[in-house]
């Protein structure tokens, strides 16, 4: 089993940064894919970035040139850089890791708000 905790949540102003994080930890070899989804208030849950563990990178286009994301697999870790954040970045985001199955983090609000 895989189990993932997200971390860097929390409340931002306009147009500022945050930074997320998503450690896994169990069985953990063989981790294909992993990224980010979120899920806005009213909304489905919708993928926001994946990366590859050859560090091929897919971005949704409502955060092409605000988001990068990146992994460290010696930590097996997973990070999602925010800059330049807008209100409708506002959501609950999750981890996603695939190993076979479809691992999912129990999620990390970002509130982007003056």
């Known amino acids: 089993q895989v189990q993932l905790v997200e971390s860097g949540g929390g409340l931002v102003q306009p147009g500022g940064s945050l930074r997320l994080s998503c450690a896994a930890s169990?069985?953990?070899?063989?981790?294909?894919?992993m990224g980010w989804y979120r899920q806005a208030p009213g909304k489905e849950r919708r993928l926001v970035a994946t990366?590859?563990?050859?560090?091929?990178?897919n971005y949704a286009n409502a955060v092409k040139g605000r988001f990068t994301i990146s992994r460290d697999n010696a930590k097996n870790t997973v990070y999602l850089q925010m800059n330049s954040l807008k209100p409708e970045d506002t959501a609950v985001y999750y981890c996603?890791?695939?190993?076979?199955?479809?691992?999912w983090g129990k999620g990390t609000l970002v509130t982007v708000s003056s």
């Open positions: 996603y890791v695939t190993r076979g199955f479809e691992y």
């Open positions: 169990g069985s953990i070899f063989g981790i294909n894919v």
């Open positions: 990366i590859t563990s050859s560090y091929n990178t």
